[in-house]
């Protein structure tokens, strides 16, 4: 008997052993490392307001952790069994020698959209039906912000400036100003062209400070990152092998998520309850248009493919300048076992 498939009859072993054993197994606690509280994390707050981790009889703590470096050292340490984090971070990871594993989809769009001030917009010969390409030829002399002059956020203007043929250092500027209430303070007094942020402040960017989307990234209006594995379930392969059936438990709790955010019947309420519970702060009808910003970005199914991991291996090399990770490493960085098992767990939808 090949080892692949003992490894497959013992996990179809442990899912049955979840189905028909729900009282035993009941209660499993597990802790689950998020960077914030904010959008980018909908799903998990879907499944805890909806009671799906209760109905896999999990206990789910999220631990709001306070940026992605921190969620990756409680993962690396034992101290989060699973976490929603970077694919890019999780493969150049295993390739330098963790067991990290990505086990699901969580986001298939980048989250960072580029808005822009209108004079700018204008001024460029912009307009809302303009091409991909359009735009591009009008970076050249921009201002623009990012969170950190060696982020993410930085890295994409790079990218769009080779995509421009434009050198980010010559042609354009690049202003670090953080996050939030900074960049939007910065924008509203038009110290810069435009900035680069996620959802809700690049929706308040556009709704109260009169800017234009320039690149919809969450929209998936730029095609290298259109469909792109962003944001990733992920787990220590180690604990995972030991622990099948919560994985799987906790994999289709995510999975409810997911299909209860593109269900049109219960949309609405979904959106209503994780604004209640966890983002209170947020007006209402701010809200609305984050939530709309963002539903699209997280995929239907949270399965995942070697072609999705090697879409993120190809773009990470392009967009670092850095060596892809090897075929060996990029193999073992992923499985779509558990994620499978537990869509079989609830059937076609």
Same mark, same amino acid.
């Given at each position: 008997?090949?080892?692949?498939?003992?490894?497959?009859?013992?996990?179809?072993?442990?899912?049955?052993?979840?189905?028909?054993?729900?009282?035993?197994?009941?209660?499993?606690?597990?802790?689950?490392?998020?960077?914030?509280? /904010?959008?980018?994390?909908?799903?998990?707050?879907?499944?805890?307001?909806?009671?799906?981790?209760?109905?896999?009889?999990?206990?789910?703590?999220?631990?709001?952790?306070?940026?992605?470096?921190?969620?990756?050292?409680?993962?690396?340490?034992?101290?989060?069994?699973?976490?929603?984090?970077?694919?890019?971070?999780?493969?150049?990871?295993?390739?330098?020698?963790?067991?990290?594993?990505?086990?699901?989809?969580?986001?298939?769009?980048?989250?960072?959209?580029?808005?822009?001030?209108?004079?700018?917009?204008?001024?460029?010969?912009?307009?809302?039906?303009?091409?991909?390409?359009?735009?591009?030829?009008?970076?050249?002399?921009?201002?623009?912000?990012?969170?950190?002059?060696?982020? /993410?956020?930085?890295?994409?203007?790079?990218?769009?400036?080779?995509?421009?043929?434009?050198?980010?250092?010559?042609?354009?500027?690049?202003?670090?100003? /953080?996050?939030?209430?900074?960049?939007?303070?910065?924008?509203?007094?038009?110290?810069?062209?435009?900035?680069? %942020?996620?959802?809700?402040?690049?929706?308040?960017?556009?709704?109260?400070?009169?800017?234009?989307?320039?690149? %919809?990234?969450?929209?998936?209006?730029?095609?290298?990152?259109?469909?792109?594995?962003?944001?990733?379930?992920? /787990?220590?392969?180690?604990?995972?092998?030991?622990?099948?059936?919560?994985?799987?438990?906790?994999?289709?709790?995510?999975?409810?998520? %997911?299909?209860?955010?593109?269900?049109p019947a219960i949309a609405d309420t979904v959106r209503q309850k994780v604004h209640d519970k966890y983002h209170a702060?947020?007006?209402?009808?701010?809200?609305?248009?984050?939530?709309?910003?963002?539903?699209?970005?997280?995929?239907?199914?949270?399965?995942?493919?070697?072609?999705?991991?090697?879409?993120?291996?190809?773009?990470?090399?392009?967009?670092?300048?850095?060596?892809?990770?090897?075929?060996?490493?990029?193999?073992?960085?992923?499985?779509?076992?558990?994620?499978?098992?537990?869509?079989?767990?609830?059937?076609?939808?």
């Amino acid at each position: 008997m090949n080892y692949r498939f003992r490894a497959g009859l013992a996990l179809v072993m442990a899912c049955a052993l979840s189905i028909f054993s729900g009282a035993a197994s009941a209660g499993d606690k597990v802790r689950v490392g998020l960077s914030s509280d /904010g959008l980018l994390f909908v799903p998990a707050f879907v499944a805890d307001v909806m009671g799906y981790y209760e109905e896999e009889g999990l206990e789910v703590e999220h631990l709001i952790l306070g940026g992605a470096t921190k969620v990756y050292a409680a993962l690396v340490s034992g101290e989060a069994e699973f976490s929603i984090s970077s694919s890019v971070s999780i493969l150049r990871g295993r390739a330098g020698g963790t067991d990290m594993t990505m086990i699901g989809g969580a986001m298939n769009q980048h989250a960072s959209n580029i808005v822009a001030s209108r004079e700018w917009f204008e001024k460029n010969g912009l307009k809302p039906e303009s091409t991909y390409e359009e735009r591009l030829r009008a970076l050249k002399g921009i201002t623009i912000s990012v969170a950190s002059a060696a982020g /993410g956020s930085a890295q994409l203007v790079r990218f769009l400036a080779g995509e421009a043929g434009l050198d980010p250092e010559r042609d354009m500027t690049l202003t670090v100003l /953080g996050v939030g209430d900074t960049t939007l303070a910065a924008f509203a007094r038009r110290r810069v062209d435009a900035i680069t %942020h996620s959802s809700p402040v690049a929706v308040r960017a556009v709704k109260e400070f009169d800017g234009v989307m320039l690149f %919809h990234m969450s929209g998936g209006q730029v095609p290298a990152y259109n469909g792109f594995l962003y944001l990733t379930y992920t /787990g220590r392969e180690s604990w995972i092998k030991e622990h099948p059936d919560v994985t799987v438990r906790y994999l289709r709790a995510m999975q409810k998520a %997911h299909r209860a955010i593109h269900d049109p019947a219960i949309a609405d309420t979904v959106r209503q309850k994780v604004h209640d519970k966890y983002h209170a702060k947020i007006d209402a009808a701010l809200y609305v248009d984050a939530w709309a910003d963002y539903a699209s970005a997280f995929p239907k199914s949270i399965e995942i493919s070697g072609d999705m991991v090697e879409r993120v291996n190809a773009l990470a090399a392009k967009v670092e300048n850095a060596d892809p990770v090897l075929p060996e490493h990029v193999n073992a960085s992923w499985t779509n076992e558990y994620a499978a098992a537990a869509a079989k767990g609830l059937g076609a939808n």
